[in-house]
C-alpha cells in the first residue's frame, strides 16, 4: 500500500464514525422525552388523585355543615313551636278552670268526725242549683286565682266554702246586710271559681235545702242550743263545689234570700261538713253572730286543718270573750278576724235600699 493510500485510509476513518455519536443522542433524547412524558403522566395521576380524594371530601364536609346548621335550625323552630302550643295549651287552662294544687301534708289531715259523712263525691245537682263540679281537680295555675273579698276580710284562691249563719239569733238588720254582702260577693266571681254554701244553725245544711225539714233528721242530746248531731241511721250530705255561671249565682241568690232562721247555734257542724269535701276549699269564710258552748271543739278542728285558711267575721257577737277564738282559728291558719258592733250594722242596713 502506497503511503497515499495509507493517508486515504487514514483520512476516511473519522469520517465513517461519525453517525454513530448523532444515534446516540437520539436516543438519549428518546429516554429524555419518555421520561418527560410518564413523568408527566404521573404528575397528572397524582393530581387527579388530589382533586378526586382531597377536594371532594371538602366539599362534603362544607355540604354535611350546612346540613348540620339545617337540622340544628328546624330543632330551634320545632322547639318555638311546642313552646307556644304549651303556653296556649296553660293559657287555655287556667281560663277554663284555673285551680291551684296544695301539697302539704297538713291538707290531707282530715278532722274525726262525729258522724258518718256521706261517700257520694260524684257530679251532682246542689240544692237545686246547676252546674255542680265533682271532685276532679283540673287546673294548675296559681297566677291565676282570684282575690275575693267578704264583709271586709280578703283571700286568693278558687274554691271558696261559706258558712254562714242562719240561727234565730240573726235580727233584721243583720240578715239584711249579710244577705247583700254575700250576694255581692258571689257577683265578682266567674266560672273558674267554685264555691259552697253552708248555712248553719243548730244543724248544718247545705244552700237550698229546707232548712225546718233538715232538722227532723237532728238531734240535740240532753237539750240547749249548742249540741246538735246528726240522728242514728242518716248521713249528712258531703257538699259539692258550684261553678259560679250566671244562672248558678241566680239560683244562689234565690237560696240567699230565700232561707228562712231556725233555732240553735253549734259551730262544728258546718267546718265538719266543708273539711269532709273533696277536693277541699282553698278559703273558708265562717260569719256568726252568736257564741257557742263548745268553741274549743272547732278551734282544734281548724288547727288540725290549718292549710285551709279561716276569715272569721264576728257579726254582732256580744263580748271579746266569745270573740276570742274566732281570732284564735283565724291566726292559726294566716287568715284574718273581722268584728262588726251591732251599731256598725245597722248603720250599715240604713244604707240599703
Not at 106 to 118: I, P, R, S, Y
Amino acid at each position: 500500500m502506497s503511503e497515499a493510500d495509507s493517508y486515504y485510509e487514514e483520512e476516511a476513518a473519522p469520517s465513517s464514525s461519525l453517525p454513530r455519536p448523532r444515534g446516540r443522542v437520539d436516543k438519549w433524547m428518546a429516554i429524555c422525552w419518555g421520561i418527560s412524558l410518564a413523568s408527566f403522566g404521573l404528575i397528572l395521576a397524582l393530581a387527579t388523585v388530589i382533586v378526586l380524594f382531597v377536594t371532594e371530601p371538602e366539599d362534603e364536609a362544607v355540604g354535611f355543615e350546612l346540613a348540620v346548621e339545617t337540622v340544628q335550625q328546624k330543632e330551634v323552630e320545632q322547639k318555638e313551636v311546642r313552646q307556644k302550643q304549651l303556653e296556649q295549651s296553660a293559657s287555655s287552662s287556667s281560663q277554663r278552670n284555673p285551680i291551684a294544687v296544695d301539697l302539704s301534708l297538713n291538707n290531707m289531715k282530715v278532722e274525726a268526725l262525729d258522724f258518718t259523712v256521706g261517700m257520694d263525691k260524684g257530679v251532682a245537682d246542689i240544692g237545686n242549683v246547676g252546674a255542680a263540679v265533682g271532685n276532679l281537680d283540673l287546673g294548675l295555675d296559681m297566677g291565676s286565682m282570684q282575690m275575693v273579698g267578704f264583709l271586709g276580710t280578703k283571700a286568693k284562691g278558687n274554691r271558696f266554702a261559706f258558712l254562714i249563719d242562719y240561727s234565730k239569733s240573726m235580727r233584721p238588720d243583720q240578715l239584711k246586710v249579710m244577705k247583700q254582702e254575700l250576694t255581692k260577693t258571689l257577683s265578682t266571681f266567674n266560672g273558674s271559681v267554685q264555691v259552697s254554701l253552708i248555712f248553719f244553725s243548730g244543724p248544718a245544711f247545705i244552700a237550698g235545702e229546707d232548712a225546718n225539714q233538715i232538722r227532723s233528721n237532728w238531734e240535740n242530746p240532753g237539750g240547749g242550743f249548742h249540741n246538735y248531731v246528726p240522728k242514728k241511721g242518716w248521713k249528712p250530705p258531703v257538699p259539692k263545689w258550684i261553678a259560679c255561671t250566671t244562672a248558678s249565682k241566680s239560683k244562689l241568690t234565690k237560696h240567699i234570700y230565700g232561707t228562712p232562721t231556725t233555732g240553735g247555734t253549734d259551730w262544728r257542724n258546718p267546718f265538719r261538713m266543708a273539711y269532709s269535701m273533696n277536693p277541699r276549699p282553698h278559703v273558708i269564710f265562717f260569719m256568726t253572730d252568736g257564741a257557742t258552748k263548745n268553741p274549743q271543739e272547732t278551734v282544734d278542728m281548724v288547727k288540725k286543718n290549718r292549710a285551709i285558711q279561716v276569715n272569721s267575721i264576728a257579726f254582732g257577737i256580744p263580748n271579746n270573750q266569745a270573740e276570742a277564738p274566732m281570732k284564735e282559728m283565724a291566726k292559726a291558719t294566716s287568715g284574718t278576724f273581722k268584728s262588726y258592733s251591732k251599731d256598725e250594722i245597722a248603720k250599715m242596713a240604713a244604707k240599703i235600699n
